[in-house]
């Protein structure tokens, strides 16, 4: 077999394609070629030693915004990519029908990054921090129908932010519409909350299997448990029934009191995102694979942890040939180091842990390439951490 590049001697973690342990990876034309112990390497134009490191799937980021220089939150994802082994971003919703046709034309299209979309509900999208669904005028599900409908190789599903900023003056009628929306063209919708009014419970009464809940681990007062610890019934009946919980750490939904909780209860979220924005990659949350650092040093393991940002964010949108190894996938792969250390991390309220581990990206390939580093890019002139969150 004639490979264009082979990584040698890493720990396969792909839970999706089931693979686990030490093998080599080949691949041969932007495609996962073979997967197994020793493959020929003589001849091939590229060798990646990868002994002692760990070899994933592109991690398959479900919460992102990366619709830069039009939108208040997007950043550009290929500096990113390229350091974190994120080779799939889904852009959840910061553009709407209005804004669609230049995300597709300028960030999808030309990333190197695979870059996914959920349309917003509001025809504005996310140009400003908030308020885009407070005029009801803006979602305009005619025009929404019609733009998802005609892409839907890119748009995986619909958006909604509901909370007291993004739906104030008009209640749950956003989500109502979102709802009739995404059942109109049976996409998942997901849901992002944070501080009520709506509340959680009202909230919960429109979601359904499939949806996606982002923000869980929030330790604002829309959170998903009791102050005892409990998930709320309600939350619990939902996610009994098939709603999806993802993580989306941002700037503002990552509490360690909650995940804390959560895991201690043995409720793992079932997606782990990062919600990487404009001000989330100054920190605390810094990138997808910090965000598994601190799943991994609460105990999670690799394999849980590393399925959380590979086959399940895959399967959420329906598109479960992505991010796995598998022989006949795209060859989207990412080498890290589980480094071992004194480190600290923090939440959104900089609550702090000190950790053992961490997971460090040491290579990314998209599409059978190598991913060079390249120059960060440069953040907005509105980018301002909240002021307890800025670096003393
Ligand atoms: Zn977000």
């Known amino acids: 077999m004639d490979f264009d590049l082979v990584?040698?001697?890493g720990e396969v973690v792909d839970p999706g394609g089931g693979?686990?342990?030490?093998?080599?990876?080949?691949?041969?034309?932007?495609?996962?070629?073979?997967?197994?112990?020793?493959?020929?390497?003589?001849?091939?134009p590229l060798r990646l030693d990868a002994a002692g490191q760990v070899v994933t799937p592109g991690l398959f980021d479900l919460h992102t915004h990366v619709y830069w220089g039009a939108t208040?939150?997007?950043?550009e994802p290929d500096s990113i990519a390229a350091r974190t082994g994120v080779t799939t971003w889904l852009d959840a919703g910061t553009a709407g029908g209005y804004s669609f046709p230049g995300l597709l034309r300028h960030v999808i299209e030309r990333s190197e990054a695979r870059v996914f979309a959920l349309l917003n509900v509001s025809a504005i999208g996310l140009v400003a921090p908030t308020y885009e669904l407070s005029n009801l005028d803006y979602c305009d599900l005619?025009?929404?129908?019609?733009?998802?409908?005609?892409?839907?190789d890119v748009i995986l599903g619909i958006k909604a932010r509901i909370d007291a900023n993004t739906t104030r003056g008009v209640g749950l009628e956003p989500l109502r519409l979102a709802r009739k929306l995404?059942?109109?063209?049976e996409l998942p919708l997901?849901?992002?909350?944070?501080?009520?009014?709506p509340t959680l419970e009202e909230i919960f009464a429109l979601l359904r299997a499939g949806d996606i809940l982002t923000h869980c681990c929030t330790g604002q007062a829309n959170r998903i448990l009791e102050p005892d610890g409990r998930?709320?019934?309600?939350?619990?009946?939902?996610w009994d029934a098939g709603l999806i919980l993802d993580v989306g750490h941002g700037t503002g939904s990552f509490s360690y009191e909650v995940a804390e909780q959560m895991l201690a209860a043995g409720m793992s979220p079932d997606v782990i995102s990062s919600d990487a924005h404009q001000l989330s990659v100054q920190g605390p949350m810094f990138d997808l694979p910090t965000t598994l650092s601190k799943f991994l040093n609460l105990g999670m393991s690799l394999p849980d942890a590393i399925e959380r940002a590979t086959a399940r964010p895959a399967r959420a949108v329906r598109r479960p040939e992505l991010a796995t190894l598998k022989p006949g996938a795209a060859a989207d792969v990412a080498?890290?180091?589980?480094e071992e250390g004194a480190y600290t991390f923090r939440d959104v309220f900089m609550t702090a842990r000190s950790a053992r581990i961490r997971l460090v990206n040491k290579a990314t390939i998209r599409a059978g390439k190598l991913m060079a580093h390249r120059p960060e890019f440069k953040l907005a002139p509105w980018a301002h951490l909240p002021e307890h969150q800025r670096a003393k």
């Open 190 to 197: 997901m849901v992002h909350i944070g501080k009520a009014p």
């Open 19 to 44: 693979l686990l342990g030490r093998m080599d990876v080949g691949i041969q034309g932007g495609t996962i070629a073979a997967v197994g112990r020793s493959l020929p390497t003589e001849g091939v």
């Open 182 to 185: 995404a059942d109109e063209l």
């Open 335 to 338: 080498v890290f180091a589980l």
């Open 142 to 152: 005619a025009l929404a129908h019609q733009i998802a409908d005609a892409n839907r």
């Open 231 to 238: 998930m709320k019934d309600f939350v619990r009946r939902a």
């Open 7 to 9: 990584i040698t001697g």
């Open 72 to 75: 208040y939150w997007g950043i």
